[in-house]
C-alpha cells in the first residue's frame, strides 16, 4: 500500500497550506495517521499524529496553534491544514499509518508501516 502525499508548494510566510494524505484501495478512516516532516539534513520529526477514532491528536510544539489534522471519511482523505507557515516549517512531509499512537504524544517513525512519498513544502519570501 503506497500512500499519496499531496498539497505541498510553495508559499510566503505567513500563508497557509493544506496537506492531503489519501490512499487506493486502503479505507485510512479507521487507522491512525502520523505527519512527519524532514528538512535538509535533519532526522525526519513528528510533526501531528490523529488517533483511528478520531478523538486524539498530537501537535508538535512547533506547529501547536498553528496546524490541524483531522479527516474525511466521506473521500478517504486525512488533511493537515498549516496556518501562519514560516521559514522553519520547510520540509518534505510525509504522511504514515501508524501501529500504534497515544494522544498528546509525537507519533514514532518506527510505528510507521504505510508511507506516503512525500510533499515539498517551501516557505520563503
Known amino acids: 500500500v503506497q500512500l499519496q502525499a499531496s498539497g505541498g508548494g510553495l508559499v510566503q510566510p505567513g500563508g497557509s497550506l493544506r496537506l492531503s494524505c489519501g490512499a487506493s484501495?486502503?479505507?485510512?478512516?479507521?487507522?491512525?495517521i502520523g505527519w512527519f516532516r524532514q528538512a535538509p539534513g535533519k532526522e525526519r520529526e513528528a510533526v501531528s499524529g490523529?488517533?483511528?477514532?478520531?478523538?486524539?491528536?498530537y501537535y508538535a510544539d512547533s506547529v501547536k496553534g498553528r496546524f490541524t489534522v483531522d479527516r474525511d471519511t466521506s473521500k478517504n482523505l486525512v488533511y493537515l491544514q498549516m496556518n501562519d507557515l514560516k521559514p522553519e516549517d520547510t520540509a518534505v512531509y510525509f504522511c504514515?499509518?501508524?501501529?500504534?499512537?497515544?494522544?498528546?504524544?509525537?507519533?514514532?517513525?518506527?510505528?510507521?508501516?504505510?508511507w506516503g512519498q512525500g510533499t515539498q513544502v517551501t516557505v520563503s519570501s
Open positions: 490523529l488517533s483511528s477514532s478520531n478523538t486524539f491528536t
Open positions: 484501495g486502503f479505507n485510512l478512516n479507521y487507522q491512525a
Open positions: 504514515a499509518t501508524l501501529h500504534f499512537f497515544k494522544a498528546n504524544h509525537p507519533p514514532a517513525i518506527k510505528d510507521g508501516y504505510y
